[in-house]
């Protein structure tokens, strides 16, 4: 059942293994590996793909699966060639930077996945990298996989290893490749936001906490930038796998589609994560927008009690700074320590109103 190779791929996933090593890319420098799967049992590494193609479909039986890692345009035209792939899809293979999706060409389909990977860090800062994206396509025919990987992730090691446990699933052909790749791809999704969690709770710790400091908004920024990246990759694929999982595709058996539908939901809770994620960052940016405000007008209200204070003595030294001949109590020996004391008691009454009312 595909249950069971949802369980295995997790399995799988915790000992990744990375398939991207010279030493086992007889092929090219771009290919990863190249199988040939019969019954659900790996046969051969096929060291020329179009002997391998040949028996495949002089047999009737298995289907060959090819990876790729950034091939370039020569590197593809062969297989394009010898696999009959439609020219524009084979230019979005090669050009990284496609938004996910699905796309029919006759009885080939090819498939375009965002891969993500949450990035390990201290502290979020206000250029910290929270989410890691790259790119993972497949053209899937009746006999063949072909996986072509943009970027430093989503390898699919764990992947190939997972199914190879699963004969049984491995025997439904390329449909079965085509689930474990969304599959473990979507499960990434969940595995990403989840962790973003503890990301969230520190930010929002942070704004609410006694000591909250206006360096926080940055912070605040550079996660919702991050949210924007990781909603970049996981929202648009919503439609291709509804696609999949409803419409009648000649690769795609029809058992295959509830398994295709499970993967959806596991999406639809992913970007309902991610939107929540948004809507709270908006509220935590507004919470401590409003905070700064308040910290303004409180530093305002210091100003503006402590310059009410120095206006008295200011205004009383105007006055007598005026150098007029008859003044008040200007040849009174007493004059100069009254209008010191006047000042200082005018002061004192001016700063116990300003406490009184908290503006000090």
Not at 174 to 202: C, E, F, G, K, R
Not at 241 to 249: K, M, N
Request: with cysteine.
């Amino acid at each position: 059942m595909f249950s069971n190779l949802r369980r295995a791929v997790r399995r799988g996933y915790r000992r990744a293994v990375d398939l991207s090593h010279p030493a086992r890319s007889p092929l090219g420098s771009a290919v990863v590996n190249c199988l040939v799967y019969r019954d659900g049992v790996r046969q051969e590494d096929c060291a020329e793909v179009e002997e391998a193609l040949r028996r495949v479909r002089k047999t009737g039986d298995g289907f060959v699966w090819i990876g790729l890692h950034e091939p370039s345009q020569e590197e593809l035209a062969g297989l394009a060639q010898l696999f009959g792939l439609h020219p524009l899809a084979v230019e979005d293979a090669v050009n990284a930077h496609q938004r996910p999706k699905v796309e029919r060409y006759d009885d080939t389909l090819f498939a375009v996945f965002k891969t993500v990977r949450y990035v390990e860090h201290e502290e979020l800062t206000a250029t910290s990298e929270v989410v890691e994206t790259g790119e993972l396509m497949a053209f899937v025919g009746e006999d063949f996989v072909i996986t072509i990987r943009h970027g430093g992730r989503g390898t699919l090691g764990p992947v190939r290893e997972a199914l190879e446990a699963e004969p049984g699933q491995l025997a439904k052909g390329p449909a079965a490749v085509l689930h474990a790749i969304a599959d473990h791809v979507v499960d990434d999704y969940v595995a990403v936001t989840d962790a973003v969690q503890s990301d969230m709770d520190a930010v929002e710790t942070a704004v609410f906490s006694e000591h909250g400091g206006r360096g926080d908004a940055g912070r605040i920024y550079q996660l919702k930038r991050e949210l924007l990246e990781l909603r970049r990759a996981v929202s648009p694929l919503g439609r291709p796998l509804q696609h999949l999982a409803t419409e009648p595709i000649p690769v795609i058996p029809a058992e295959a589609r509830a398994y295709f539908r499970d993967v959806s939901d596991h999406l639809i809770r992913a970007t309902e994560q991610i939107n929540a994620y948004d809507g709270l960052l908006d509220s935590v940016l507004q919470a401590h927008l409003a905070q700064v405000t308040v910290a303004q007008n409180e530093d305002m209200r210091k100003i503006t009690a402590w310059a009410a204070i120095v206006a008295v003595p200011t205004m009383v030294c105007g006055v007598y700074g005026m150098n007029f001949d008859n003044m008040p109590e200007l040849h009174w020996t007493y004059g100069y320590p009254i209008v010191v004391a006047v000042m200082a008691a005018a002061c004192f009454v001016i700063h116990r109103g300003f406490r009184r009312n908290g503006w000090l």
